[in-house]
C-alpha cells in the first residue's frame, strides 16, 4: 500500500533557529497536507497544498508541494518553544480527497530548547 | 465554534471490559473517522463513516472493535472484551466534503 516516509523522526534545535523538514511517497499525492500535534491534543491542520510546485505560508511556517507530486517539504523559520510536538504529513489515497481516507507519516518530534 | 468533541479524555479498565469511546463531530460535517495512535504503529484509521453509513471498516482490527453512528452528531467506538493490547490514545475526526479533517482531542485508554 501507499506509505509516506518522514523525515527525520526527531529534531533537537535551538531556539531561533530554522527546521526543515519532508516527507516522500513511492506514490502520486494529489494533495498534500501538513498537521502538528500538541501533547496530549489530536493533530492540528497547519497547511494544505492542492498543486504540484505550490508553496504556501502560514506565519512562519512555508510548505512545499513537490513538482513531482511525490514528496512535500515543511520549513519553520525562527523557532519558539511552542513549536515543540509532532508534525505530521498526510495526503489522500490515489485518486481520493482531502476530506476522505488520509495516509499519514510516521512524524516528525521536534523539541526546542530555549 | 465547538470542535470535535470526545469523552471520556482518559479511560483506565481491566482487561475483559466493554470500553465505550464516544464522539460528537463538527456540526455540518459528513464525514466521521476513527483513528488509533500508538508510539509502534503511528496513527491509523479504524473505520470511516459518511452519512452515518460506514464506509470503510479495513482499519478495524477484529471483531473485538464495534463502531457505530446512528445520527449526524454522535458515534461511539466499543471495545469488548478489551486486551492491554488495545491500550492506545483513540482520535475522532471529521470533516464536510468540501474541507479537511478535524481531529478532537483523543481518548487516552489504557486496558490494565
Same mark, same amino acid.
Given at each position: 500500500g501507499q506509505q509516506l516516509n518522514q523525515s527525520p523522526q526527531s529534531m533537537f534545535i535551538q531556539e531561533g533557529e530554522d527546521v526543515s523538514m519532508n516527507c516522500t511517497s513511492s506514490s502520486i499525492f494529489n494533495t498534500w497536507l501538513w498537521y502538528k500535534q500538541d501533547p496530549g491534543e489530536g493533530p492540528v491542520l497547519l497547511i494544505a497544498l492542492y498543486k504540484a510546485g505550490e508553496l504556501t505560508s502560514n506565519g512562519r511556517l512555508t510548505a512545499q508541494f513537490g513538482i513531482t507530486r511525490k514528496d512535500s517539504f515543511l520549513n519553520i523559520s525562527a $523557532?519558539?518553544? $511552542?513549536?515543540v510536538g509532532i508534525y505530521f504529513c498526510a495526503g489522500p489515497l490515489a485518486?481520493?480527497? $482531502?476530506?476522505g481516507k488520509l495516509t499519514f507519516g510516521q512524524g516528525t518530534i521536534l523539541t526546542v530548547h530555549p | 465554534d465547538a470542535g470535535v468533541i470526545q469523552s471520556p479524555r482518559h479511560e483506565v479498565t481491566e482487561m475483559g471490559q466493554e470500553v465505550t469511546l464516544r464522539c460528537k463531530p463538527i456540526s455540518g460535517h459528513d464525514y466521521l473517522f476513527w483513528y488509533r495512535q500508538t508510539m509502534m504503529r503511528g496513527l491509523e484509521l479504524l473505520i470511516y463513516f459518511n452519512n452515518n453509513v460506514p464506509? !470503510? !471498516?479495513?482499519?478495524?482490527? =477484529? !471483531? @473485538?472493535f464495534s463502531a457505530k453512528m446512528p445520527n449526524a452528531s454522535f458515534s461511539t467506538l466499543k471495545i469488548?472484551?478489551? =486486551?492491554? @493490547? !488495545?491500550?492506545a490514545v483513540y482520535f475522532c475526526a471529521s470533516s464536510s466534503s468540501t474541507d479537511t479533517q478535524y481531529f478532537g482531542p483523543g481518548t487516552r485508554l489504557t486496558v490494565l
Amino acid at each position: 500500500g501507499q506509505q509516506l516516509n518522514q523525515s527525520p523522526q526527531s529534531m533537537f534545535i535551538q531556539e531561533g533557529e530554522d527546521v526543515s523538514m519532508n516527507c516522500t511517497s513511492s506514490s502520486i499525492f494529489n494533495t498534500w497536507l501538513w498537521y502538528k500535534q500538541d501533547p496530549g491534543e489530536g493533530p492540528v491542520l497547519l497547511i494544505a497544498l492542492y498543486k504540484a510546485g505550490e508553496l504556501t505560508s502560514n506565519g512562519r511556517l512555508t510548505a512545499q508541494f513537490g513538482i513531482t507530486r511525490k514528496d512535500s517539504f515543511l520549513n519553520i523559520s525562527a $523557532s519558539i518553544p $511552542s513549536d515543540v510536538g509532532i508534525y505530521f504529513c498526510a495526503g489522500p489515497l490515489a485518486g481520493g480527497t $482531502s476530506y476522505g481516507k488520509l495516509t499519514f507519516g510516521q512524524g516528525t518530534i521536534l523539541t526546542v530548547h530555549p | 465554534d465547538a470542535g470535535v468533541i470526545q469523552s471520556p479524555r482518559h479511560e483506565v479498565t481491566e482487561m475483559g471490559q466493554e470500553v465505550t469511546l464516544r464522539c460528537k463531530p463538527i456540526s455540518g460535517h459528513d464525514y466521521l473517522f476513527w483513528y488509533r495512535q500508538t508510539m509502534m504503529r503511528g496513527l491509523e484509521l479504524l473505520i470511516y463513516f459518511n452519512n452515518n453509513v460506514p464506509i !470503510d !471498516d479495513s482499519g478495524m482490527p =477484529e !471483531d @473485538r472493535f464495534s463502531a457505530k453512528m446512528p445520527n449526524a452528531s454522535f458515534s461511539t467506538l466499543k471495545i469488548q472484551p478489551s =486486551e492491554p @493490547r !488495545d491500550s492506545a490514545v483513540y482520535f475522532c475526526a471529521s470533516s464536510s466534503s468540501t474541507d479537511t479533517q478535524y481531529f478532537g482531542p483523543g481518548t487516552r485508554l489504557t486496558v490494565l
